[in-house]
């Protein structure tokens, strides 16, 4: 495979030589687009000001969101890391893979499992088609070897194997203290490249610049070719971090200078690919794995409108602030149909004309028409899931609860029979169950969910192995 890959980036180097012929005479381009997603950890809806907040500054975020398209009702996989970082990745839900858990909601630094080998991820569908790639940041699939990016379609990695909270050492005050007054030897993370662990405690306080670094020099030695970067942010997971420049920023406090660090490199980002000429070339995806975590009160962040956060298949724990950028290639405007970080895989690979994997049931739908302003989304409906359970469903604007509970209380989970029901474009913040208005809609909802869990061959989990 290694020889037919070197082959395939030898023809496409010689075909965007060409393009790039045709580029200088006809001001048009051919090249098919490069694609870098910055992922943040546990961004909350809220928290952009391109989003509604109101003291948070994040002018170059504002900036790609004028520029570029503003997606309202955008939905991660799960309202956890690791089954969420799944979907993104593979284009399916992560009950399909076994990247979750109703037990273990997470990869735990004791965890003996991670993304599976059949698994084909967005990076092996773009390398297969003559792309770079790299991952920067965190994983969060598996910290063995054979799970590391490198094992799963990326020439290069650089980053953190799981959460910054994680590997808690002797030195860290327990209870909530070590967390909201961190100091990164509190955490034995190590900081890996490709495969080889090249800093343990990993320095938090400059992860974010360091992240971002990397991400550029990627850009600049792969610029004469289509890449793919998936840029994946430890911040804003508590413990929160940020780099002596910006202590004391924001007018928001620890949580705000966070986001106004993230702003700023993601200026330092674009700025890189403005400077090399690639903007017509490039779309960037900004958006989150899941919502706030809401329990770390000032240290989290903020849902805005919407019901809850992290953990919870509410509103605010997986509808994400999204922001799509690319001039010339996506339409500019405010798109408020419904999209998913599932449906990226299906979407790069049309726009880059890359073959889908085979025989492979994907749960995302090709975005192109909304991105360049052609046509509606595709996508109709979400499944919430928490763990391996669907407790809600969303078709068209109306979303059905089965079961409720906070992300991480304690109380007891609450069942609904019938279902609790909320019309989204009227009540994004689900205060007003409709269900006794709708029981057609509650019927119709009820055999959604019962046709989706036909295609589901549930795999052993992978959260589950130690």
Known sequence: MSAIRALIAVLLGTLAACSSTEQSRTGATTRP????VIFCDDLGYGDLGAFGHPTIRTPHLDRMATEGQRWTQFYVAASVCTPSRAGLLTGRLPIRSGLCSSRRRVLFPDSAGGI???ETTLAEVLRDSGYATAAVGKWHLGHRDSFLPTRHGFDQ???????????RTSESPRGRIGIVEPKSEYFNVPLIRDLTIV??????????RRYTDEAIAF???????PFFLYLAHSMPHVPLFRSDEFVGRSARGYYGDVIE???????RVLESVR???LEKDTIVVFTSDNGPWLSYGDHGGSAGLLRQGKGSTWEG???VPTVVWGPGRVAPGVVTELGSTLDLLPTFASLSGAALPAETKLDGHDLTPVLRGTGPSPRTGMFFYRGAEIWAVREGPFKAHFKTRSGYGGEKVQEHDPPLLYHLEHDPGESRNVAKDHPDVIARLQQVVEDHRATVEQVPSQLEIR
């Open 317 to 319: 724990g997986m509808r």
């Open 199 to 208: 800093e343990r405690p990993a320095q938090q306080e400059t992860l974010t």
């Open 116 to 118: 599976p080998d059949e």
């Open 157 to 167: 990695y650089f980053g953190v194997p799981y959460s910054n909270d994680m590997d």
């Open 261 to 267: 660090e993230i702003d700023a490199n993601v200026g």
């Open 33 to 36: 687009p490069s694609f870098i």
């Open 219 to 225: 850009i600049e030695r792969e610029a004469d070719r």
């Open 275 to 277: 400077r090399l000429g």
